[in-house]
């Protein structure tokens, strides 16, 4: 069984729907966060939160909401989509807060597109 | 805005030739890593470089970033199908993660 996966992997919606992307891993870790890929712009990151009680913005926070429901769950909302946010959006997890000695895994992305 | 260049975009070759592929920025990192993502799948890493002028070997890969720390590189000798995928580098300005820039990758076909 993978160790980071994402729900749903594909979403079809339309612009103004409220949408929900959700992770979850078995891996352990305390520190988990939420990316959205576009072609030609690497991957963004949206929020992390490093425990239960911790949340924070990334770099292209606006129009996107998290909530850390557990240790293992982070769940990703877009409260009003809209077709500037389709993309391919990651979760992933790490054992350290320190980019220099972690490794990030990454769960298998969710294709959303907003019509 | 901090940016992060990666090239070639593209890069289609022959089993068992060779390349390089690389990443350029006028910022400082302060690490720099590199993953390969499949298609359907998310990223994973190869390495970290830390140290300007470090030198790192996964068998057919290697890393190298650059003196001044603004760049990396990544050659592979003998290029293997299994080998194709999206080649992503990420630079870090500073410890935290909110501080890491992503490149946009280099997307590498080896043709058997």
């Known amino acids: 069984d993978a160790d980071v996966t994402q729900t749903p992997r594909n979403r079809i919606t339309k612009t103004g729907k409220r949408i929900m992307l959700e992770c979850s891993q078995t891996k352990g870790h305390d520190r988990m966060y939420w990316y959205r890929q576009d072609p030609g712009l690497g991957l963004r990151l949206i929020y992390y939160?490093?425990?239960?009680?911790?949340?924070n913005k990334g770099e292209i926070s606006d129009g996107y909401s998290v909530s850390r429901q557990a240790q293992a769950k982070f769940s990703l909302s877009l409260e009003s989509a809209i077709p500037n946010q389709t993309a391919l959006y990651f979760c992933a997890t790490s054992d350290h807060a320190t980019f220099s000695t972690d490794t990030q895994y990454f769960g298998p992305g969710t294709r959303l597109t907003v019509l | 805005t901090q940016l992060l260049e990666q090239s070639p975009q593209f890069l289609s070759i022959q089993e068992g030739e060779n390349l390089t592929v690389y990443c350029n920025s006028s910022s400082v990192f302060s690490s720099l890593q590199w993953y390969r993502q499949e298609p359907g799948e998310g990223p994973v890493l190869l390495v970290t470089?830390?140290?300007?002028?470090e030198v790192k070997k996964l068998k057919r890969l290697t890393f190298q970033f650059g003196d001044a720390r603004k760049d990396s590189s990544l050659h592979i000798t003998a290029a293997q199908p299994g080998d194709t995928g999206l080649y992503l580098c990420a630079g870090a300005l500073s410890t935290s993660y909110d501080k890491v820039i992503f490149g946009p990758g280099t997307s590498l076909s080896v043709i058997p």
């Open positions: 939160s490093f425990d239960v009680k911790d949340i």
């Open positions: 470089v830390v140290t300007g002028g």
